[in-house]
């Protein structure tokens, strides 16, 4: 069943100690450390790749905390994963990446949590393009970015992910 109506969501940080937990397959400890219950999707093999490579980050540069993952929260409920792969980089550029459980997919998440990106992105005078990658047999992904502005501007090879196009919009910010 797909919602036609807007979801609000809000940004809870994934903390170093609750990635080390989920990490650890210690969901009891990561949810008392963020204060949510946190379901299935956050000890699959995919989460559990990218809380290590988020942590790694965290670890080399603290600076990042406040960039990268965070718990997407709609009615108390933890629907999601998102956030930055890091901080702008030199030429002001940020890429954004989020998950919704399978659990609540098709209800408007998606949309809810690329417009909450692009507002945060949007408060940080630093950022000048937004960026996108996905995989070009992702169309719910596709699907979602469509109404944003993303206009593609290539392709990629990510060892993780594997074939990803490139999709870039201005900050609302940049001024030209």
Excluded: C
């Amino acid at each position: 069943m797909t919602t036609t109506f807007p979801r609000a969501v809000r940004f809870v940080e994934m903390t170093g100690t609750a990635l080390s937990a989920l990490l650890a397959d210690d969901r009891p400890a990561a949810q008392t450390e963020l204060g949510l219950p946190l379901g299935d999707e956050f000890l699959t093999d995919r989460a559990k790749w990218l809380w290590q490579y988020r942590l790694d980050q965290l670890t080399r540069d603290p600076t990042t905390f406040g960039w990268l993952v965070k718990l997407v929260v709609a009615d108390g409920i933890v629907v999601g994963y998102a956030g930055f792969h890091g901080p702008p980089d030199e030429a002001g550029m940020v890429e954004i990446g989020y998950t919704v459980d399978p659990l609540h997919r098709r209800q408007g998440f998606a949309k809810a949590i690329v417009t909450a990106l692009l507002e945060r992105a949007a408060a940080e005078p630093a950022v000048r393009t937004v960026r996108a990658t996905i995989s070009p047999t992702n169309q719910a992904s596709l699907a979602t970015i469509a109404g944003f502005g993303f206009v593609e501007n290539g392709e990629q090879w990510d060892d993780e992910d594997g074939l990803e196009l490139i999709f870039e919009r201005p900050s609302p910010l940049t001024r030209t």
